[in-house]
């Protein structure tokens, strides 16, 4: 056996392995191009102020004019109040888990957590239906839509935040402790302070997929051309919803500004994604920037 | 402010494995004992049960006295929180907070334990800062992130930190064993010069640093694996080092299995 030959077949198989892996990395993009560049094409021509700062009201289907103003405005609201109740409670819940919770409840709330992560959204709307609106006689509202919402968006915000807290490194508790310094008091002023950069992209994560969810907004958001900017009293518009709605028709008016909201949809999901890498960023410890 | 240690009929458990026995111990104030001993024969372990840190792993539990000065550490009513301010402890690999500048790495020990008042804080961070040989170093970059210090700098920066709360007592596990010599030879003066006001006890695996720097030398052995630690012998660094008067130690010593 030389030591100063390589095999050619080695040569060979190495090749021929880097060779698939760019293909496969080709074919992997295809879609998110292809998305990309019809959504841009076909939506970009509709996409005007006018667009982004009227409702439909009074706009019948086949007419141009008109916007999505109400369906942004409704998803920012609704999305708002699911993150708002989201983020303490899973942050409290991923807190329990990794650093206090030993027996039984934490394995039964690790399994739920499993369980919920799975949860298809129209599951979580039937259930809303079914519990507020049907059950306890509420109305359509955008409320109702964030309720939806926020069971499908803690799971990932517990499961995130507790990978993220696991990560910080046992010394770091040690030294805080070997200071006499108290247990909550670390985790609130040294554990998750080094956590933080991950949690909030964990967070943001979490919030850029419930933006998209149209089942929760189907089922529980009402019919409305108008702006509504309260979630609490009557139905509200919502982008996935006004997306799903505008495919429906044969309508070219109504199908432009489909496109122009799915655009749009696009957009504010890449916004929040650039704003959870720039907190990350900030926020990062020192030394690692 | 430097406390006397009298320790009797320790023994610590790590759930039910026995990980020392029986250890029974005298640490006179203002000296420096170092603990030696070959790998796993429990010397760390009892390190952390001077300053109630052993328990914070969970299913442990420690038996025997640990006394401080007349008070017994874990008496009934004793909280533990308050031990681990009285006892301070440096660990083996340097652990800045890394959120956090130097400045606020040294006061973190005053700042968490609600201590307010900035010109307080001010004069006891550059206090303990020249306490830890890193005043002249630091002094013009104190809001700097306490990580991008090296290793030595780090591991004097802990060492600050933990002085910064005035304990009574300076616990040390290996706090050399990841530095390079020049930076242990730094911290090894530093320890004898802390030793004026602090009692210090320090874990080494490096026999040569015990004899360089200890009052006082404990030696811990290991039967087997399974079984518990035990202190073999303490005494005077200089006696122990030329007439140990148990046969492990010398054994030990010259270097026959360690």
Known sequence: ?289 | MAKRIDVSGLSAYYGSVRAIEDISLTVEPRTVTAFIGPSGCGKSTVLRTLNRMHEVIPGTRVEGKVMLDDVDLYGAGIDPVAVRRTIGMVFQRPNPFPTMSIYENVAAGLRLNGVRGKSDTDGIVEQSLRGANLWNEVKDRLNKPGMGLSGGQQQRLCIARAIAVSPDVLLMDEPCSALDPISTLAIEDLIAQLKNEYTIVIVTHNMQQAARVSDRTAFFNIEGTGKPGKLIEIDDTPRIFANPSQRATEDYITGRFG
């Open chain 1, 1 to 289: 056996m030389s030591l100063s030959h390589p095999s050619p077949i080695r040569k060979v198989k190495n090749s021929a392995a880097m060779v698939l892996m760019a293909l496969a990395f080709l074919v992997a993009l295809v879609p998110l191009i292809s998305i990309l560049w019809t959504v841009i094409s076909k939506g970009l021509k509709s996409l005007n102020g006018d667009f982004l700062s009227h409702s439909m009201r009074n706009i019948s289907p086949q007419q141009t004019g008109g916007g999505a103003y109400h369906a942004i405005l409704g998803v920012l609201e609704q999305v708002a109040i699911a993150a708002a109740i989201t983020i303490p409670l899973s942050l409290l819940v991923a807190i329990y888990l990794v650093e206090y919770g030993r027996g039984r409840l934490a394995q039964a709330v690790t399994f739920f957590v499993d369980v919920m992560m799975g949860l298809p959204s129209i599951v979580a709307a039937l259930f809303v239906l079914s519990f507020w609106i049907l059950g306890l006689g509420f109305h359509a509202s955008g409320f109702a839509v964030s309720l939806a919402l926020l069971i499908l968006m803690m799971p990932i915000a517990i499961r995130s935040t507790e990978e993220m807290l696991r990560l910080v490194s046992s010394a770091l508790r040690e030294a805080s402790y070997a200071l006499g310094v108290s247990k909550w008091r670390t985790i609130v002023r040294v554990v998750l302070p080094t956590a933080l950069p991950g949690i909030v992209t964990g967070m943001m994560l979490g919030i850029a997929r419930i933006m998209g969810e149209t089942a929760p907004a189907l089922l529980l958001a009402g019919a409305t051309d108008s702006i509504n900017g309260n979630p609490f009293n009557g139905p509200q518009g919502s982008l996935p919803l006004f997306v799903y709605n505008s495919s429906q028709s044969s309508l070219q008016a109504t199908i432009d500004r489909g496109w122009a909201a799915a655009l749009t949809l696009i957009i504010i999901v890449m916004l929040l994604n650039l704003f959870a890498r720039l907190i990350a960023w900030w926020k990062a410890p020192a030394a690692a920037r």
